[in-house]
């Protein structure tokens, strides 16, 4: 059965060595990345590739986000690089990578945003586009980013939604950085559904009810919280004395829990079947991607693919509903006929 890989990431040579101009030495998480052989070297990812078969990856780069290490100027020219880079892949390599998504300069201003993305999905042909759950520290539902949803849903694409949260986000206001890498573990689901809830309550999906939102990681914390995403937040104000929450729920359209609903999760739970048991009731099998996040595992790339494939061979679904999942989600979503 065909596998597309939503979620993996890559640095390709061109992009590889414009970040590297920039940012210098690697540090932190890019030096993570930089040490995984799969990310830069076009030869090491075909051989761990060919261990599976009718595997094929959607293409995106890896963190950080541009405007973590770049002026505004610059991650405009790695937005490019990114995109013409990966796109040349594509051309060179369709039956391995029939598409990838682009990653706009979000700290460049909304003309430089929308002009990336314009020239991302219109001229490049990328099947959607990456942004991240911050923008050095702002929020995503902040009007100035209002348009760049406007126009993904314009064009009826996907945004694909990646964690950015960092160690310098400490998990007590007495210490002064995130220790023992809690930041990533529990940080990046918190993150993503904290971006997840900016996008609800701001009245994005009311306003663009179509909207495709790939959230990663399995959907973050939210499928495990559905009681507290439900009932807890049917009565949104009772907690608060100094804003009127309650206001504000009357004005939403839907109930806070069915709005989530409409976002789609990836399995990329690093093979965990509980987490993608409770992705695929909380969401519906029609919601769900096929994703890795390879290659960030012990055994550079290998175990994540393997362990996530293995975990969606062992679904007790029927075999329409695993397609669905492994490709036929993702074409309907991306609007490709994958084969």
Sequence with gaps: MLKVDAFNHIWPPAYYDALTNVTGTMTDITRRSEAQPMMTQLDERFA??????????I????SPPLELVAT???????????TDSMAELCARHPDRFPGFIST???????DAILEASRYAIEEAGAVGMQIYTHVNGRPIDEE????????????????????ARGAKMADYPTEEKSKYEIWWTFGWPYESSAAMA????????????????????????????????????DVLGARTSDED??????ELKHRPIDYF????????????AGSIRLAMDFFGADNIVFASDAPFDPEGGRMYIRETIRTLDALEVDEPTRAAIYHGNLGRLTKRSYV
Aim: aromatic share 14%.
């Design 48 to 57: 761990i590739m060919d261990l599976y078969d009718e595997y094929q990856q």
């Design 144 to 163: 100035e980013f209002a348009p760049f949803f406007d126009y993904m849903a314009k064009v009826n694409l996907p945004i694909w939604l990646h964690p």
């Design 72 to 82: 505004p100027e610059q991650a405009a020219e790695l937005a490019k690089i990114g």
């Design 245 to 250: 929450y309650g206001a504000l729920l009357r």
């Design 59 to 62: 293409l995106s780069l890896g």
């Design 104 to 110: 706009p300069p979000m700290g460049a201003g909304i």
């Design 198 to 233: 900016r996008l609800v309550f701001s009245k994005t999906l009311d306003r663009l009810p179509d909207l495709k939102v790939i959230t990663h990681h399995g959907g973050g914390m939210i499928p495990f919280f559905e009681g507290r995403v439900g009932p807890g937040w």
């Design 261 to 272: 609903r409409k976002f789609i999760a990836d399995t990329a739970t690093f093979g965990a």
